[in-house]
Protein backbone atom coordinates (compact mmCIF):
# COMPACT_ATOMS: atom_id res chain seq x y z
CA UNK A 1 0.00 0.00 0.00
CA UNK A 2 1.84 3.13 -0.91
CA UNK A 3 0.32 6.54 -0.14
CA UNK A 4 -0.50 9.46 -2.39
CA UNK A 5 -1.58 13.48 -1.82
CA UNK A 6 -4.07 14.44 -4.21
CA UNK A 7 -2.41 18.68 -3.70
CA UNK A 8 0.27 20.77 -4.64
CA UNK A 9 0.42 22.25 -1.89
CA UNK A 10 3.91 22.69 -0.24
CA UNK A 11 2.19 23.35 3.04
CA UNK A 12 0.15 20.43 3.45
CA UNK A 13 3.46 18.22 1.84
CA UNK A 14 6.05 20.10 4.55
CA UNK A 15 3.37 18.87 7.21
CA UNK A 16 2.96 15.43 6.17
CA UNK A 17 6.73 14.66 5.47
CA UNK A 18 7.55 16.38 9.15
CA UNK A 19 4.69 13.78 10.93
CA UNK A 20 7.20 11.05 8.95
CA UNK A 21 4.67 9.87 5.71
CA UNK A 22 6.17 8.54 3.22
CA UNK A 23 4.33 9.48 -0.38
CA UNK A 24 3.89 10.61 -3.65
CA UNK A 25 2.15 13.39 -4.52
CA UNK A 26 -0.13 13.83 -7.96
CA UNK A 27 -1.24 16.98 -8.18
CA UNK A 28 -4.92 17.23 -9.83
CA UNK A 29 -6.19 20.24 -11.46
CA UNK A 30 -9.86 21.09 -10.77
CA UNK A 31 -12.19 24.37 -11.90
CA UNK A 32 -12.46 25.74 -8.30
CA UNK A 33 -13.98 28.79 -8.56
CA UNK A 34 -17.06 26.77 -11.39
CA UNK A 35 -17.07 24.29 -9.11
CA UNK A 36 -17.37 26.89 -5.90
CA UNK A 37 -19.78 29.23 -8.06
CA UNK A 38 -22.03 26.13 -8.42
CA UNK A 39 -22.13 25.56 -4.57
CA UNK A 40 -23.15 28.71 -3.19
CA UNK A 41 -25.68 28.96 -6.09
CA UNK A 42 -26.94 25.85 -4.66
CA UNK A 43 -27.10 26.86 -0.99
CA UNK A 44 -24.19 25.25 0.01
CA UNK A 45 -22.26 26.49 3.05
CA UNK A 46 -18.41 26.58 3.25
CA UNK A 47 -18.04 23.44 5.35
CA UNK A 48 -19.72 22.00 2.30
CA UNK A 49 -17.70 23.42 -0.47
CA UNK A 50 -14.59 22.62 1.21
CA UNK A 51 -15.67 18.74 1.76
CA UNK A 52 -16.77 18.79 -2.39
CA UNK A 53 -14.13 20.02 -3.26
CA UNK A 54 -11.75 17.62 -1.34
CA UNK A 55 -14.10 14.57 -2.28
CA UNK A 56 -13.61 15.61 -6.23
CA UNK A 57 -9.98 15.58 -6.15
CA UNK A 58 -9.31 12.15 -4.35
CA UNK A 59 -11.85 11.20 -6.84
CA UNK A 60 -10.13 11.85 -9.62
CA UNK A 61 -6.88 10.51 -8.25
CA UNK A 62 -7.80 7.21 -6.85
CA UNK A 63 -9.67 6.02 -9.78
CA UNK A 64 -6.36 6.08 -11.47
CA UNK A 65 -4.70 4.17 -8.53
CA UNK A 66 -7.01 1.39 -6.97
CA UNK A 67 -4.48 0.02 -4.59
CA UNK A 68 -2.93 3.26 -3.17
CA UNK A 69 -4.73 5.71 -0.34
CA UNK A 70 -5.57 9.09 -1.37
CA UNK A 71 -5.19 11.68 0.60
CA UNK A 72 -6.74 15.03 -0.65
CA UNK A 73 -7.63 18.31 1.03
CA UNK A 74 -9.34 21.93 0.28
CA UNK A 75 -9.68 24.78 2.88
CA UNK A 76 -12.54 28.10 2.18
CA UNK A 77 -12.26 31.47 3.58
CA UNK A 78 -15.36 32.78 4.97
CA UNK A 79 -15.75 36.49 6.43
CA UNK A 80 -19.71 37.84 6.78
CA UNK A 81 -21.16 35.35 3.71
CA UNK A 82 -18.60 36.23 1.41
CA UNK A 83 -15.81 33.30 0.16
CA UNK A 84 -12.28 34.40 -0.49
CA UNK A 85 -9.67 32.32 -2.80
CA UNK A 86 -6.51 32.91 -2.99
CA UNK A 87 -5.55 35.92 -5.07
CA UNK A 88 -4.28 36.48 -8.18
CA UNK A 89 -1.98 39.01 -7.56
CA UNK A 90 -0.05 41.16 -5.42
CA UNK A 91 -2.40 43.98 -5.83
CA UNK A 92 -5.45 41.80 -5.18
CA UNK A 93 -3.74 40.06 -2.27
CA UNK A 94 -3.32 43.86 -0.77
CA UNK A 95 -7.23 44.63 -1.54
CA UNK A 96 -8.17 41.03 0.16
CA UNK A 97 -6.01 41.71 3.41
CA UNK A 98 -7.67 45.17 3.72
CA UNK A 99 -11.38 43.93 3.54
CA UNK A 100 -10.41 41.15 5.88
CA UNK A 101 -8.46 43.74 8.62
CA UNK A 102 -9.88 44.00 11.79
CA UNK A 103 -12.72 41.54 11.45
CA UNK A 104 -13.08 37.73 12.63
CA UNK A 105 -13.34 35.41 9.76
CA UNK A 106 -13.75 31.31 9.46
CA UNK A 107 -11.15 28.79 7.65
CA UNK A 108 -12.43 25.91 7.22
CA UNK A 109 -10.14 22.74 6.06
CA UNK A 110 -11.66 19.44 4.59
CA UNK A 111 -9.48 16.79 4.09
CA UNK A 112 -10.33 13.21 2.75
CA UNK A 113 -8.84 9.68 2.30
CA UNK A 114 -9.67 7.84 -0.61
CA UNK A 115 -8.82 4.35 -2.10
CA UNK A 116 -10.30 2.79 -5.12
CA UNK A 117 -12.16 5.60 -6.27
CA UNK A 118 -14.09 5.80 -3.23
CA UNK A 119 -13.81 8.25 -0.45
CA UNK A 120 -13.70 5.60 2.74
CA UNK A 121 -13.15 8.54 5.30
CA UNK A 122 -14.08 12.36 5.65
CA UNK A 123 -13.50 15.19 8.38
CA UNK A 124 -13.52 18.55 8.64
CA UNK A 125 -12.44 21.65 10.70
CA UNK A 126 -12.98 25.31 11.45
CA UNK A 127 -11.05 27.89 13.08
CA UNK A 128 -11.82 31.21 13.89
CA UNK A 129 -9.61 34.02 13.11
CA UNK A 130 -9.09 37.48 14.07
CA UNK A 131 -6.84 40.31 12.36
CA UNK A 132 -5.94 43.12 13.97
CA UNK A 133 -6.69 46.50 12.56
CA UNK A 134 -2.95 47.27 10.87
CA UNK A 135 -1.90 50.04 9.31
CA UNK A 136 -1.43 50.60 5.86
CA UNK A 137 2.40 50.76 6.27
CA UNK A 138 2.17 47.34 8.12
CA UNK A 139 0.45 46.12 5.10
CA UNK A 140 2.86 47.53 2.43
CA UNK A 141 5.50 45.86 4.58
CA UNK A 142 4.22 42.75 5.41
CA UNK A 143 3.52 42.13 1.63
CA UNK A 144 7.10 43.36 0.56
CA UNK A 145 8.76 40.68 3.46
CA UNK A 146 6.11 37.89 2.56
CA UNK A 147 5.97 38.55 -1.38
CA UNK A 148 4.44 36.04 -3.87
CA UNK A 149 4.19 33.44 -1.07
CA UNK A 150 0.36 35.06 -0.14
CA UNK A 151 -0.35 33.93 -3.60
CA UNK A 152 -0.34 30.39 -2.40
CA UNK A 153 -2.96 30.64 0.61
CA UNK A 154 -6.44 31.67 1.23
CA UNK A 155 -6.29 34.91 3.15
CA UNK A 156 -2.63 35.81 2.33
CA UNK A 157 -1.43 34.47 4.84
CA UNK A 158 0.94 31.53 6.22
CA UNK A 159 0.75 31.28 9.91
CA UNK A 160 3.93 29.42 10.50
CA UNK A 161 5.26 32.47 9.41
CA UNK A 162 5.19 36.13 9.06
CA UNK A 163 1.56 36.05 8.40
CA UNK A 164 0.93 35.33 12.56
CA UNK A 165 1.69 39.47 12.83
CA UNK A 166 -1.99 39.98 10.85
CA UNK A 167 -3.35 38.41 14.15
CA UNK A 168 -4.49 39.68 17.35
CA UNK A 169 -6.57 36.65 18.63
CA UNK A 170 -6.76 32.54 17.15
CA UNK A 171 -9.03 29.51 17.94
CA UNK A 172 -8.84 26.53 16.68
CA UNK A 173 -6.24 23.80 15.32
CA UNK A 174 -3.08 24.83 14.01
CA UNK A 175 -2.39 21.85 11.42
CA UNK A 176 -5.96 22.90 10.09
CA UNK A 177 -5.05 26.38 9.92
CA UNK A 178 -2.07 25.48 7.66
CA UNK A 179 -4.62 23.16 5.76
CA UNK A 180 -4.84 19.49 6.79
CA UNK A 181 -6.29 18.66 10.08
CA UNK A 182 -3.15 16.55 10.67
CA UNK A 183 -4.21 14.74 13.97
CA UNK A 184 -7.23 12.96 12.64
CA UNK A 185 -5.60 12.01 9.33
CA UNK A 186 -2.84 10.30 11.58
CA UNK A 187 -5.67 8.15 13.16
CA UNK A 188 -7.39 6.74 10.37
CA UNK A 189 -3.94 5.81 8.71
CA UNK A 190 -3.47 3.98 12.03
CA UNK A 191 -6.86 2.36 11.77
CA UNK A 192 -6.08 1.44 8.03
CA UNK A 193 -2.74 -0.01 8.67
CA UNK A 194 -0.62 2.84 6.33
CA UNK A 195 0.82 3.88 9.79
CA UNK A 196 1.91 1.49 12.77
CA UNK A 197 -0.16 2.18 16.00
Excluded at 116 to 124: A, F, L, M, N, T
Aim: proline fraction near 2%; charge should be negative.
Amino acid sequence: MSLILASASASRAAMLRAAGLDFDIVPVRVDEEEIKLALKADGAGVRDAATALAELKAHRVSHGATQDFVIAADSMLDCGGRWYDKPADMEAARQQLQSLRGKTHDLVSAVVLARGGSVIWRHVESAKLTMRDFSDGFLDAYLAQAGDAVLHSVGCYQLEGLGVQLFSRIQGDFFSILGLPLLPLLAILRENKVLRS
